[in-house]
DNA sequence: ATAACCTGGATACTAGATATCCAGATTAGA
DNA sequence: TCTAATCTGGATATCTAGTATCCAGGTTAT
């Protein structure tokens, strides 16, 4: 799990607060959380690429959420940072050495892909159903002021 | 997701076609598979570690398993070969910068880390439900002379 | 026209996973 | 008792993927 995917959530959270009016550049968002500016800038062309974030270049630009937080979910910005490969790659071992016969070379996914799979579609599953607004409000609970905040520092530039 | 899991899986439920009688040495259940015998045995300590595995030296000596596949869970052995540690680590960007300030330092874990515990939770769940039993039922659905195949093999060194 | 900004490719750096090696310790069997 | 097979665990090397930086474009507000 890169730590991409948490700078992209946070991110988000903290495009939300600066409104829809005022988008953000990249290396606003960076300086606010001290990130590499170069390479969350990656992550949020990611995230243009998915259609979760809208980029604008220019002065004045930056980029601003495509949708409302509640329609984004945490799998959205998960598969878009890390891409759709998944975490158990099968190597089909059982096909190699004295083990793998043309017995089992035409038989379909084995055993131990498919219930791998099961446990990554139950995580895929969690993700998908929750929204990046539970994450805000739950955050918002946590540290009220923090939007304000945020708005403040980007207006002091 | 290291590939160890994988082999360690496939060894454990080989050593259960391999019979609780005989005790199989890392090399010849690296052959078996045609993988690196050296690294394989490092995944067999962990399983030894662990308690899934038992382990003998010297001639007739190997691993064996320390109890019925259906007492095994996948999350068991993944937990034995990848370490406790989370997918999602959780580096505290919120504290870094001009967003971090005293005020969220005492908060509890975020809202990004919560959300992402539970999905890594159902996860686990799911792997903690299947146990290795089930993996090799369907396996010996998909070639039903695996097992028969496995014992002449070893029964011929 | 200028400066602020995104895009995307090329490149370097780094950490972790993969793989090998060796010097003990243990045990079955001759 | 001696030998050979085997595990244990640390040290080390190699490879891969994640992390990070840079630059040469292209776009747009002022
Ligand atoms: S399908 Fe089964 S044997 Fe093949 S790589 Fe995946 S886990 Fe291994
Ligand atoms: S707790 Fe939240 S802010 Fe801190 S590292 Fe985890 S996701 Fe990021």
């Known amino acids: ?17 600066a409104g829809p009016d005022r988008a953000v550049s990249a290396a606003r968002l960076a300086a606010w959380h001290d990130l590499p500016t170069a390479y969350l800038n990656k992550q949020l062309q990611a995230l243009a690429r998915a259609g979760i ?8 630009g930056g980029f601003r959420l495509a949708r409302p ?3 984004i979910s945490l799998m959205d ?3 878009a940072v890390e891409g759709p490969e998944e975490a158990f790659r099968c190597a089909e071992i059982r096909q190699q050495g004295p083990g793998g016969g043309p017995a089992a070379s035409y038989a379909a996914e084995c ?5 791998m799979g ?3 579609l139950a995580w895929r599953r969690e993700l998908a159903a929750q929204s990046l607004d539970d994450v805000r409000q739950q955050a918002e609970r946590q ?5 304000r905040q ?6 002091s530039r």
């Open 1 to 17: 799990m890169g730590e991409g995917v948490e700078w992209a959530l946070h991110s988000c959270v903290n495009l939300a607060w």
């Open 69 to 71: 937080l509640a329609d």
């Open 77 to 79: 910005v998960v598969a």
């Open 150 to 155: 945020l708005r403040d520092w980007l207006a």
């Open 118 to 120: 099961r446990a990554e």
């Open 143 to 147: 540290a009220p002021d923090a939007p």
């Open 53 to 60: 974030v809208t980029s604008a270049p220019g002065p004045r």
């Open 111 to 115: 055993a131990v892909a498919q219930a």
